[in-house]
């Protein structure tokens, strides 16, 4: 059983960065790939990024790529989201989450383990 907790997020002026940070424990953190998606009120869990087991394999969804950058170290037993040039619409709580799924996923009911998650807030 694998435990996630979210951290980095907070209130940033639009244009500003962030970077996310999500700790596992409980189980071998590089057993796994991991995603990143975020919910914002009154709307649905979306994807925002995955990594593969050993970092290999990236990707991103439409809305943040060339903003976001996903990165993992398995030492660390630690995935991060590095966030740039934020805009309003990203303003939403942000999860990660594990899956044994060797190819990106984009649906949240592949994942599991997921953490309290962390509140970005972007003000224009």
């Known amino acids: 059983q694998v435990h996630l907790v979210e951290s980095g997020g907070g209130l940033v002026q639009a244009g500003g960065s962030l970077r996310l940070s999500c700790a596992a424990s409980?189980?071998?953190?590089?057993?796994?790939?991991m995603g990143w998606f975020r919910q914002a009120p009154g709307k649905e869990r979306e994807f925002v990024s995955f990594?593969?087991?050993?970092?290999?394999?990236?990707y991103y969804a439409d809305s943040v790529k060339g903003r976001f950058t996903i990165s993992r170290d398995n030492a660390k037993n630690t995935v991060y989201l590095q966030m740039n040039s934020l805009k309003p619409e990203d303003t939403a709580v942000y999860y990660c989450?594990?899956?044994?799924?060797?190819?990106?996923?984009?649906?949240?009911?592949?994942?599991?383990?997921w953490g309290q998650g962390t509140q970005v807030t972007v003000s224009s």
């Open positions: 990594i593969s087991r050993l970092g290999v394999r990236t």
């Open positions: 989450a594990t899956t044994t799924r060797v190819y990106l996923s984009v649906n949240p009911d592949d994942y599991g383990g």
């Open positions: 409980g189980r071998t953190f590089s057993s796994d790939a």
